[in-house]
């Protein structure tokens, strides 16, 4: 059976494995304190049009958002997320095991506003008894596959100035985000946006790795510190500096988000145009359709995929993913099914 | 230059990027739920020689450590350890960041004993103002290369049962404690002695990874739960199955552990036979060598090492760290160069 | 002007002080192994007709909590409680602080209930990517006043029971929910229900203690390093003990309970016979009343109050909270005035 | 049995009874935010000859040292301390339990040295792989009852200005140091030597209280956030604020210490003319003498102690402790036994 289940089901893109044999035998510094390292952060302050960040690699979404997370917070402050956030939902409390608190906000398309963070503002200031909220979390393309628009973003930016909070992007799939049709966000935005963010790439096309950007000089002193702390130190720290270098050297990371979200979009339309509801307006790699409850059966059969949540008595949310990696064949196969299942 | 800086500076051995590239579009679920990670553990299980174990694999030492060891611990609990332990001074303080204190065992060989860990005890039983000490903190190899017999280690384990403690063995390099000449302690005594340790692969031929063995019943449920937590629940977990069962299926672990303690003996038996005196009794794969200063330049010039710490006014310790990957060829010019840099 | 801020306006009764007085000098043990401890432990066990129980004292409710609710959990495991709970909204992140995350429920009343409960519970179950809950957390009184039925507290624990969870009570104001006229819960029912739970000594009469009342046997080992490493074992523990001898020796405890509710029920009924709407269904010492903006600036003149949120455009919620000590003839004349003002 | 087991054995000093029974039914706002606690801040304040400081009361020493350090330290950062200072030995691991490890230095009189701190540093700077150091915990009078001189605190003030260091002073017993006979440091230096630090109520009169002293800019923003998510904002924080003001109104606060330090002389003058040796240099209410082992039965007869530590094989070193309430006959009489038993 044919698994669009998630967007790390497969390796890496046959390019960074070519470059890992290729890099093999060199030998290097640990700890990410090499040659490769230092050229991928080179080429990614390219794309991001900016020199004054410091990148570091760790190896995936979770370890990512710990460090920055926990980092930019004294420890009676906390971050306010979507309820439907990674960290609200998908990391085991981590973030609270740090010490932190995660202030859930409510949100139908994942998504949260500048208004939501400015009313939460208002409630906490002032409050001794309360937390001190102090950073945004905000995921793009989101859990449920939607993106924000730069106004969006930007709208929160200023809110997030006006109370002195640290703006952060969890980037685990930045890339199917950028390149979605609806987007008019650019890479040479992010460090105007954000204090402190992070590219995805396990869900991208490398066998693993996240790379973070810390644009804010507050959040810049020491900050190694932190990953070594959480384990995140990698002692062949190259594996990841290699892996993106390939994926930014060129465009590498761009044409595999491409591809993914192309992907996405041919499941969507199909369901679409054979009727069916979609759950998010998602433009990106992960498509939720609502599908009738007896319909269910075809389609387990053939499609290994994620029962999301229940839609009402009679339908459930289906989520379908595609990666850099996908089938064009089966995707098209998969068309086919959905309106053969229909008739 | 040649490096004998650390064991690892190079990638992973050749076989094992073979399997990674083999199994690249292999389609699995994630978060080491898959077939790759299914038969790793198998084949640990039969080198242990057990079954009723359970196994999962993480990137790094610290990260095995930090997940280990706070899962182990109650909130007043604390670890014991000799004060030049991976915990107690390369870590970054990470056992403290989950709440627990590091008790630190003054040591001259990188090991602890059982006296000392009694002595411990008897300190610290029953007075409620001070922590509790549960566990204790193995590393075999130690940290500068020396190894614990197999009757060592069942006096410390006498004790912890004594005083109801956990023992645990970082395995970072077990590999080149088991392989040494000097050693009479084998994988299938492991389950007997540790109720929880782990087997390293970074600093062995893999490009990452640490596989944890649970071994002992009241650590075993939800420890997923304390991976995941940590940000250490890969999304590619495959990755290190794929590599673990190289390493085990035949015999790959033992030989490159073989090969890099084989070139630490050569280059060890040249110091001694020109005269230098070694900082410690390691057969294994670090060797730390007492080089008068005035000599420090002549080494530097063609080979990196580190240095570890001065001996005295006039000589340093120098550490020279060999791996899977250590060129013969180069041990052996190394091996003419000590000669000739003494005449 | 006379306040209705609080319950923890005034100093200790009267009678406590007496027995400070009269205690002072002699020389006793520290950390709570005292005479006076004892005895107050031993007045307790006869109230809960329990002695299978273990007591401590410490200073107050949000220290209560941290050490009852952090000792119970294991790092990944989280508590679930009204969003109104004192740990969700004013404890400034106090159990985040210690790594558990607060699984919030929405409310009307302050209340949960076994449902909610059980949702939460399949909603988590099995998913090692979110916290595993542990605990439910109960305040009784409620912040808002209200108080549980000993048939909606016997519901929760028999899911509890299914789940494996810990029930935990905050008695900060259990005394008020005790005596009140709609309550059919007693003393002897709470180890019954309660895996562990705290009696509220500051806000019913005593200068400031809780008694923390351990039932469930799983809890009890090591408690009191629990208590130490937050800073709660006091020095001069005799100071908690005297207080809660003088509270459960007679009746002190129950009358001081019955007064302030008593008062609290004369302006609930004031508000209500002049025609205004209460915002919580509280036969407590706090009362929430619905007051017209307009009219604020009346009460403001001679009353302190809180202001607890606004109502609606025109309107908002207002506390008024009364104590052991709250003065009868000033609450005849907030009665008048509450008639008054109308006119 | 008359004890000299500790400084917290008895209550509070009759005046300061005294003004909790005559404010007692005063009604405050709550949580350190009343006139009581106004007025002990402005007269601490002038005691200290320094408006600039930002002061709070906390209820116990382990709260004090909890807050002040967790609040100073970023994840990272670590605090140099004496192996026997009270958060190496006596807190339970308190301080590691807020993530940050206690580099605990050799010591045989209870203090540490500016060299000492400038080695630590060396050894730790740059190395990304330990933790960093970023604050000196002394407490004066130490542990063993020693004090500190002026110039050697400012000879560690100065190595803590050359690396970035807070100076954190524990002062539960500050009293009995500042007026010993061979002291030379005020009050009035306090704030030019130390960071942040505290002034003990517990162990000199109070029945319980500390006032923590914020004097860095750095470290006051939002530091009763920390307070209260400690869970050490009290309610009724006026009983702190009353018992500081009875202590530094006039010189109760010294009069005290004077008191207690004036008895431990006494005994100690009356072991050291009996020929006994004394463990620590001790001019303090703090007395550790070494007694021959066959002695010991004698004094246990008569009187109550606290066994130290084994001294040799032969002897044993005893703790005599006096307070503000130690009796003067009940010295006079030990005096004479300690005469009497030598016989």
Redesign the interface.
């Known amino acids: 059976m ?2 669009f ?2 967007d ?5 893109h ?1 390019q960074i ?1 070519k470059a ?2 290729s ?9 990410g304190e090499d040659q490769f390292c230092d050229k991928a952060r080179s080429l990614i302050k390219q794309h991001l049009n900016n020199n004054n960040v410091d990148i570091y690699f760790v ?9 920055s997370i ?2 930019s917070l ?3 402050e ?1 971050i306010i997320a979507a309820e439907s956030a990674h960290i609200s ?6 973030i ?7 202030i ?1 906000l409510p949100t139908n398309d994942g998504k949260i506003n500048a208004q939501q963070v400015a009313d939460i503002m208002e409630m906490h200031l002032g409050d ?5 909220p102090k950073a945004v979390f905000i995921s793009n393309s989101t859990e449920i596959g939607t993106i924000y628009s730069k106004e969006e973003l930007l709208a929160i930016r200023e809110t997030c100035n006006r109370y002195g909070l640290y703006m952060y992007l969890d980037g685990a799939r930045l890339g199917t985000a950028l390149v979605s049709a609806n987007n008019n966000l650019s890479m040479s935005d992010l460090c105007d946006i954000f204090d402190i963010f992070y590219i995805g790439g ?2 991208n096309g490398a ?2 790795g996240e790379a973070i950007v810390v644009v804010n000089d507050n959040l810049k002193p ?1 900050f ?3 990953i ?9 720290g ?2 990841l500096g290699i892996q993106f270098i390939e994926l930014f050297e060129q465009d590498l990371y761009f044409k595999l988000a491409q591809h993914s979200t192309n992907m996405g979009i041919h499941i969507r339309n199909a369901f679409i145009s054979n009727g069916y509801q979609m759950f998010s307006d998602s433009y990106t790699n992960q498509q939720f359709v609502v599908i009738p409850n007896e319909m269910l059966a075809k389609f387990d059969e053939k499609y290994r995929t994620t029962i999301w949540c229940p839609y009402d008595e009679n339908s459930t949310v289906v989520r379908f993913v595609t990666s850099w ?1 996908t089938n064009k064949e089966m995707v098209a196969q998969l068309v086919e099914d959905i309106k053969k299942f229909k008739e």
């Open positions: 044919y698994s289940v998630c790390y089901g497969e390796g890496a046959p494995l890992m044999v890099a093999n035998l060199v030998q290097t510094d640990g700890y190896s995936g979404g979770t370890q990512a958002n710990i460090i926990s980092s004294k420890q009676y906390a939902t998908s990391e085991t409390g981590a609270e095991a740090t010490g932190h608190k995660v859930e001794v008894h309360n937390v001190l396990t869900k066998w693993l020491n190694r510190y932190n070594k702390q959480k384990g995140a130190l990698f002692a062949k190259k594996l990696a």
